[in-house]
T-cell receptor, first 115, second 110 residues
Framework: GAVVSQHPSWVICKSGTSVKIECRSLDFQATTMFWYRQFPKQSLMLMATSNEGSKATYEQGVEKDKFLINHASLTLSTLTVTSAHPEDSSFYIC???????????FGDGTRLSIL | DAKTTQPTSMDCAEGRAANLPCNHS???????VYWYRQIHSQGPQYIIHGLKNNETNEMASLIITEDRKSSTLILPHATLRDTAVYYCIVRVRNTDKLIFGTGTRLQVFP
């Protein structure tokens, strides 16, 4: 149980392109989903927290107009990197939790490379 | 949230127990200790969590000291597939934000 699916697993695109990453909780309803970014040889950095049906809460230094988050249902959140540039190349990871006594569970990440 | 301190790296022989320590001396009474691990190029995997009692599941055991200022994650019979970065995190249950530190890089060798 507690499976989180992330798609795509990797993407390569040209500079200036917008890229959408999906995060789905497959066997539970996720009241809260989280988006992290991880650069090589570094730890995970929380970007934003989203609750179903409300606006995401962004961490300090994360541009909300650059990283658009939509949490349209209890099983799906999307992260759109708008007008991506090479410095946005990173490993993006989502997680989800159902609240109550359950821990967060993570997707397998999306490796984004901007040329 | 309270901060945690972990050794940067550890080695363990395959088949032996791996004991990963974590210091959380400023932990609050309502903060839980969570352990996750991240195998290279994958998302973090939940291992175990606890408040003050020792916990055990199919993956590991968590030993929390009586004063709750430190804990140890025990992998009873380490395998090569347990090679990963292990993160010890404290947070209040049912709230958001897992803040990842630098973790412990565990290398299991044959």
């Amino acid at each position: 149980g507690a499976v989180v699916s992330q798609h795509p697993s990797w993407v390569i695109c040209k500079s200036g392109t917008s890229v959408k990453i999906e995060c789905r909780s497959l066997d539970f309803q996720a009241t809260t989903m989280f988006w992290y970014r991880q650069f090589p040889k570094q730890s995970l950095m929380l970007m934003a927290t989203s609750n179903e049906g409300s606006k995401a809460t962004y961490e300090q230094g994360v541009e909300k107009d650059k990283f658009l988050i939509n949490h349209a249902s209890l099983t799906l959140s999307t992260l759109t990197v708008t007008s991506a540039h090479p410095e946005d190349s990173s490993f993006y990871i989502c997680s989800a939790e159902s609240g109550g006594t359950q821990p967060q569970h993570f997707g397998d990440g999306t490796r984004l490379s901007i040329l | 949230d309270a901060k945690t301190t972990q050794p940067t790296s550890m080695d363990c022989a395959e088949g032996r127990a791996a004991n990963l320590p974590c210091n959380h001396s400023t932990i609050s009474g309502n903060e839980y200790v969570y352990w996750y691990r991240q195998i290279h190029s994958q998302g973090p995997q939940y291992i175990i969590h606890g408040l003050k009692n020792n916990e055990t599941n199919e993956m590991a055991s968590l030993i929390i000291t009586e004063d709750r200022k430190s804990s140890t994650l025990i992998l009873p019979h380490a395998t090569l597939r347990d090679t990963a970065v292990y993160y010890c995190i404290v947070r209040v249950r049912n709230t958001d934000k897992l803040i990842f530190g630098t973790g412990t890089r565990l290398q299991v060798f044959p």
